[in-house]
T-cell receptor, first 113, second 112 residues
Framework: QKEVEQNSGPLSVPEGAIASLNCTYSDRVSQSFFWYRQYSGKSPELIMSIYSNGDKEDGRFTAQLNKASQYVSLLIRDSQPSDSATYLCAVEAGGTSYGKLTFGQGTILTVHP | KAGVTQTPRYLIKTRGQQVTLSCSPISGHRSVSWYQQTPGQGLQFLFEYFSETQRNKGNFPGRFSGRQFSNSRSEMNVSTLELGDSALYLC???????????FGPGTRLTVL
């Protein structure tokens, strides 16, 4: 079992729709959870971080965390063609796991006009 | 505030050579983590440095090494390059005690 798994893609949604990206993790002691966006040929860009159970909203983005289910998700409302990218879920175990993020394989999102 | 910078941006080497990559963190950031990104394996953690000390290491062979200087700049070195080392090498920095990591543009290494 992979440590961090993301829903298989690619995911295609029409402009204006809600895009839902999902991620599960295996290490129960994981403390910190992040979503990165990576455009083709570019480096990952941090878009959301979440540390406690529940929802966290930032503009059109909402991250949801459920530690009991070991599940984290990202919702993108009013999707725009500029949101088309690969979305990476990353998990940090905490404790002595200094500076180590474990990434999922990424979900390719395409928003079509 | 300037972001994370990495040099060089592109490198072409041949098998058996060695290479050194450089990373300058965001001002005030003292932790630097290095990652390797390949199409097959995705993003994988190499190591992390804080205050010139390696605090964590990923599952890579000893050919991969790094160091950090007193100004928090970091370098990583790969010796005896293999074809499979071709990848995008990314560094990320974070604040002391911070958990969010911010990535640099990466160095694209091609081994021929």
């Amino acid at each position: 079992q992979k440590e961090v798994e993301q829903n298989s893609g690619p995911l295609s949604v029409p402009e204006g729709a809600i895009a839902s990206l999902n991620c599960t993790y295996s290490d129960r002691v994981s403390q910190s959870f992040f979503w990165y966006r990576q455009y083709s040929g570019k480096s990952p860009e941090l878009i959301m971080s979440i540390y406690s159970n529940g929802d966290k909203e930032d503009g059109r983005f909402t991250a949801q965390l459920n530690k009991a289910s070991q599940y984290v998700s990202l919702l993108i409302r009013d999707s725009q063609p500029s949101d088309s990218a690969t979305y990476l879920c990353a998990v940090e175990a905490g404790g002595t796991s200094y500076g180590k993020l474990t990434f999922g394989q990424g979900t390719i999102l395409t928003v079509h006009p | 505030k300037a972001g994370v910078t990495q040099t060089p941006r592109y490198l072409i080497k041949t098998r058996g050579q060695q290479v050194t990559l450089s990373c300058s963190p965001i001002s005030g950031h003292r932790s630097v983590s290095w990652y390797q990104q390949t199409p097959g394996q995705g993003l994988q953690f190499l190591f992390e440095y804080f205050s010139e000390t390696q605090r964590n290491k990923g599952n890579f062979p000893g050919r991969f090494s790094g160091r950090q200087f007193s100004n928090s700049r970091s370098e990583m070195n790969v010796s005896t390059l293999e074809l499979g080392d071709s990848a995008l090498y990314l560094c990320a920095s974070s604040l002391p005690g911070g958990r969010e990591q911010f990535f640099g543009p990466g160095t694209r290494l091609t081994v021929l």
